[in-house]
Structures are given as structure tokens and as C-alpha cells.
């Protein structure tokens, strides 16, 4: 199996600020990690692709300059709100593939702004 | 990926099982069923995936029809804790696979 460690659970942050939330793959190195968001009583969205070593791939109507993504190891994965707005407060969950085509989620993290 | 069609709300007593369908008659012959569940406010879980076989694991079973146009997924002994959304997706998987498209699911709640 593979495990993912996401954190921080929840954070609150004033409006304009930038939030830092980082994606961890305790034991499967990750050369592909996702990011989705989820609103209130709404289904996930996929976000973007972070791929190690290289570029994020975004879906169509996610601002890339916005959302941030890092993918500087096998391990690791960061997404960064930039300038966060009240709209941008969500459920944000980072997974990645495991082996025999599972995708493992993290427990995501609780954005709130002010 | 195909579209899939489930029941918004479902009830099931505790210790019953429960059934949980999905229709996805717009299915390809190289998509895979996956089943994930998400317990309010947390990430979701995997729970089981086939391609034409019913398959089972320690969690639940997987039924798939013979024209792979639906399948339903069964909790053999549902308990209180097994109360969460659960998303039937289909999706080719391999190299694309997670980028997954959630519908808006079933609402299972499992009551004493």
C-alpha cells in the first residue's frame, strides 16, 4: 500500500496571504502526485498534476500563477494559494498513484480566508 | 472517462448489507470500475476496482454485469462507521490514471 501525509489538516489565514500546503508519500516514490479541490457539499475537482522534476499540469480554469505547485522529489509535493481571496477557501486533498493502479488520498486540508 | 449515474441517498441497517448501484452504460472496453469512499472531511479511501470480473476484497464486493453497463457495490456487513459518500468512477486508467472525474455520489448512512 502507500500512504500519504498531508498537512496541515486546517488553516485560517487573512485575505491576501499566501498558504503553503505540502503533499508527502511516506513509503511510494511519487513521480506523479494530483491536487483536487472540493467546496462545500460539492464533488472533488481536479486541480493540476504535479509531476517530479518538472512543470504542473493544470485543468482548464485553474490559474496556474495562483496555485503554485512544487514537485521537487519523489517524496514530496507542495501546492501554494497565492494572495488568497474568501473564494478560495476550500477542501484541498493531494493523492498519487500507488501500485496496481490505486490512488491514494491524503486527508487534505481545511483553507479558510478571511 | 464515462459517465456515471448513482442513487444520491441510500439508508442501510447496521450489520445488513448494503447495496450501492451504478450505472455506467456509456462504458469503454479498456475502462476499469473503481469504487472510493469519503468520510465527511477527510480524503478518499479506495476501495475496490474491476474490469468485467466481480471481484471481492476485505472491504466489499464488486459486481459487474455482463454488458459491464452497471455494477453495484456491496458492504456485506454495513456498520456505523461504513456512513460516508461513495463515489463509483470509470476510468481507462494506465498512464492517465488519477486524473479522476468524481460524480456527485451516494450518501450511505448507516443506521442502529
Known amino acids: 500500500g502507500a500512504v500519504v501525509s498531508q498537512h496541515p489538516s486546517w488553516v485560517i489565514c487573512k485575505s491576501g496571504t499566501s498558504v503553503k500546503i505540502e503533499c508527502r508519500s511516506l513509503?511510494?516514490?511519487?513521480?506523479?502526485m494530483f491536487w483536487y479541490r472540493q467546496f462545500p457539499k460539492q464533488s472533488l475537482m481536479l486541480m493540476a498534476t504535479s509531476n517530479e522534476g518538472s512543470k504542473a499540469t493544470y485543468e482548464q480554469g485553474v490559474e496556474k500563477d495562483k496555485f503554485l505547485i512544487n514537485h521537487a522529489s519523489l517524496t514530496l509535493s507542495t501546492l501554494t494559494v497565492t494572495s488568497a481571496h474568501p473564494e478560495d477557501s476550500s477542501f484541498y486533498i493531494c493523492?498519487?498513484?500507488?501500485?496496481?493502479?490505486?490512488?491514494?488520498f491524503g486527508s487534505g486540508t481545511q483553507l479558510s480566508v478571511l | 472517462d464515462a459517465k456515471t449515474t448513482q442513487p444520491p441517498s441510500m439508508d442501510c441497517a447496521e450489520g445488513r448489507a448494503a447495496n450501492l448501484p451504478c450505472n455506467h452504460s456509456?462504458?469503454?472496453?479498456?475502462?476499469?470500475v473503481y469504487w472510493y469512499r469519503q468520510i465527511h472531511s477527510q480524503g478518499p479511501q479506495y476501495i475496490i476496482h474491476?474490469?468485467?470480473n466481480n471481484e471481492t476484497n476485505e472491504m466489499a464486493s464488486l459486481i459487474i454485469t455482463e454488458d459491464r453497463k452497471s455494477s453495484t457495490l456491496i458492504l456485506p456487513h454495513a456498520t456505523l462507521r461504513d456512513t460516508a459518500v461513495y463515489y463509483c468512477i470509470v476510468t481507462a486508467g494506465g498512464t492517465s490514471y488519477g486524473k479522476l472525474t468524481f460524480g456527485q455520489g451516494t450518501i450511505l448512512t448507516v443506521h442502529p
Open positions: 474491476g474490469l468485467k
Open positions: 513509503d511510494f516514490q511519487a513521480t506523479t
Open positions: 493523492s498519487h498513484r500507488g501500485r496496481a493502479e490505486k490512488l491514494f
Open positions: 456509456t462504458i469503454s472496453g479498456n475502462e476499469y
